[in-house]
């Protein structure tokens, strides 16, 4: 009986790392179709190592910065949001999403994920840098509908994604 419980564990394992390293395989696949302009192949991409390991943080967090940089922000958000759900502990996430609702001119929500990423890591020089970006949103006031546009460009993308290329949570330890 040990034995076989032995070879079960052996295979469920092995499944998983498979999974896992197909993901990031996937992932990377992703990164480099979008590097190259093509967003269509990369945004599918992202999408099946979605549909693989629908509990990774990564596969997300991509898909959604590639949903943001073409507008499309109340989709962005969700796969944001999704991300966090998957992996709470990451700080990064939680300024990701801070960019969409400073898209949305959603500033109170900004700050939160703000708060949330500097409660997570105390510090974090993206949070702060950011923090002060926010603070000055909002005391400028400016109305949602003022015509007032906050491009892509606005922040500074290390402050998006930092600089630290994150593994998927759970894929292999490479």
């Known amino acids: 009986m040990n034995k076989l419980l032995h070879t079960a564990l052996i295979i469920v394992f092995s499944t998983a790392t498979a999974w896992a390293a197909t993901v990031d395989s996937l992932v990377e696949s992703g990164n ?21 390991y629908p509990e990774a943080s990564l596969p997300h967090a991509r898909l959604a910065g590639l949903l943001l940089s073409q507008q499309r922000n109340d989709e962005a958000r969700s796969e944001y949001q999704q991300a966090i759900m998957n ?3 990451d700080p990064a996430l939680f300024l990701a999403l801070a960019i969409v609702y400073l898209h949305a001119k959603s500033y ?9 990423a500097l409660e997570l890591q105390p510090g974090l020089e993206n949070a702060l840098k950011l923090q002060e970006y926010v603070t000055a949103r909002m005391t400028m006031n400016v109305p949602a509908d003022s015509g007032d546009t906050f491009g892509p460009g606005a922040v500074p993308q290390d402050v998006i994604h930092g600089t630290d290329q994150r593994e998927v949570k759970g894929s292999s330890p490479h």
């Open 32 to 52: 480099r179709f979008w590097s190259e302009g093509k967003l269509e192949q990369a945004e599918s991409t992202f999408r099946e190592a979605i549909e693989l």
């Open 87 to 89: 992996d709470p502990e």
């Open 108 to 116: 109170s929500e900004a700050q939160a994920m703000v708060d949330a």
